[in-house]
Each structure stands twice: as C-alpha cells, then as structure tokens.
C-alpha cells in the first residue's frame, strides 16, 4: 500500500532536510511526501524545495500555507493526501530505515487495526533522555490510558486515511495537545497496534518547543478531555475523565487566579462543576 508522509514545517531549514532524507533513506519504497510548509519567514521552504529537486526519483508535493499553526499544516497534509496510509513527520524528528516497512508489515498482518505506533529513541538537547516508567507505552484498547497522558508521538504513528473520514481532522483550535485531543477521539472508536522497536528518533529541549513555549498543558488537556463526556463512552472511561479532571481542574485554578487570568480560571471551574453535577 503506498504512504502518504506528511512534514509540517516552520522557521527550521536543516531539520526539515533532515526529515526529509530520513524518509528517503526508507526501506520502503511506495510512499508520496507532502511538505506544509506553516507560513516560515526565513529560507526554510525555499531550502527543502532545492533539496527535494535535487534527489532523484522522490515524489513529493510542496505547498505553503499563511502562519496558521502546525494542526492547519497537518490538515492541510491530510486533504491533500490520497493514499490509504498516512504518516505524520514533524520537521524536528527523525525516521530510522526500517519504519515505513515495519508498520505496514504490521497492518497487513493486522487487519483487524487501523493504526500503529513505533517506541521513540528520545534526545533532550542532542543527548539521550532516560524516560521513566510513567513515559510507558499501551496498544489494543487505550482511551482510558490516553486521558492521563499523551503518549503516542505524531511523528510514530501510522494511520489508515478512512479514519479522518469519521473521526475529523486536527482541532484547529488547539495551539498544543492537538495531538491529546486527536488520540482521544480515535481511541475510543479504534484499537491501536504497536512496536516495540525504535524507529523514530524524538528530538526535545529547543527553546522553540510548542511545549515550552505554551504554560498551563492541562487546561488543553482539561477542555479536550471534558469535550469526550456524553459521547458513548463507557462507565470506566467516563469515570477516567472525570478523575483526572477532578486531579488536574484545582491546580489550574489556583494557578490561573495566581496569575491573574480570571476567565480561563471560571471556565475550568465550570467544568468541575458540571462534572460534580453529573450534568456533563
């Protein structure tokens, strides 16, 4: 089956290149590369346009987009896409050869799942970062696990194209944990595969890090989790919600009346409170 490999892009010429070569360097060859470029106001798509013309034989598409965020990017990615698989590839990360031909392996011989996702090789700052037990990975039936934490990588995961199709696409209105919210609402309709293996390289620490840059994950996290309620879920993944909620709702309320943001300190206090009224 081919792959359609979507790279968003902003303000990072040589790790899109570098992206980029890691997708031509796959084992597997059937795949088109669709390149976002997210409005960049240096030479970043300017650079990896002469660096796609001068590789021989790779099939790509090139499109540059107003500065509207990496969840337009992707989306855009996606619209354009025309394959029956799909792999994400943010421009700071990096595949090893093998990934492509690893997961669609394992979704031929899996047809029963429509998704998987890889182990991640992690680097903070060019060196390896020892992850903990909480960074462990789930497959099969996850929802519940996705609620506490957001722990599949975009960049690892492969995705049969029919699922945007009935789930939706990237929520455009989340600056950060789009993926948290995208994740939520697959798990609870598809089971999920993985690999054990490494096979992509994640590449944390720069300053110009969505994780560092936005303060306060949780009240995305909050808000996208509260939006799953009175959706079919089951009892214990209702339950989940509401637990985590009710752990994560106090801290962000002192916090945002701390430091003065009233408005987004009532909105989470609403969400508790619906949530203690049972009317979510």
């Known amino acids: 089956m081919k792959v359609n490999v979507i790279i968003p892009s902003y303000n990072r010429p040589e790790w899109t290149i570098r992206a980029i070569q890691s997708v031509a360097m796959q084992t597997y060859s059937n795949w088109h590369l669709i390149l976002v470029d997210d409005g960049s106001s240096d030479n970043t798509y300017e650079r990896a346009c002469d660096y796609l013309k001068s590789c021989d034989g790779i099939s790509y598409t090139t499109v540059k ?3 509207l965020g990496v969840s337009h990017a992707r989306n855009i990615g996606i ?3 025309s394959s029956p698989l799909i792999s994400f590839l943010d421009c700071d990360d990096w595949w090893f050869p093998h990934k492509l031909e690893a997961q669609v392996n394992f979704l031929n011989n899996n047809p029963h799942l429509k998704w998987v996702y890889t182990e991640e090789l992690w680097l903070k700052n060019d060196q390896p970062f020892l992850r903990k037990k909480q960074h462990q990975k789930f497959d099969t039936n996850i929802f519940e696990n996705c609620v506490n934490r957001c722990f599949i ?4 995961v492969m995705i049969m194209r029919e699922i945007f199709n009935t789930i939706g696409f990237f929520n455009e209105d989340y600056p950060v ?3 948290y919210e995208l994740w939520l609402r697959i798990s609870n309709k598809y089971p999920i595969g993985f690999l054990s293996e490494e096979h992509i ?3 944390g620490g720069h300053d110009d890090q969505l994780s560092t840059k936005y303060k306060a994950m949780d009240y995305w996290r909050v808000k996208a989790s509260a939006s799953m309620l009175n959706k079919g879920l089951s009892e214990n993944q209702t339950q989940a919600i509401k637990t985590f909620i009710n752990k994560k ?4 309320i002192n916090g945002f009346n701390k430091y003065n943001h009233p408005k987004k300190a009532q909105e989470i206090l609403r969400i508790k ?3 203690e009224a049972k009317t979510l």
Do not use: M, Q, Y
């Open 65 to 67: 987009t107003p500065n």
């Open 79 to 81: 619209k354009l896409s």
């Open 153 to 156: 990588g975009v960049s690892s």
């Open 177 to 179: 944990c789009e993926d």
């Open 201 to 203: 390289v994640k590449n």
């Open 249 to 252: 709702a106090p801290i962000l």
């Open 273 to 275: 409170s619906l949530i």
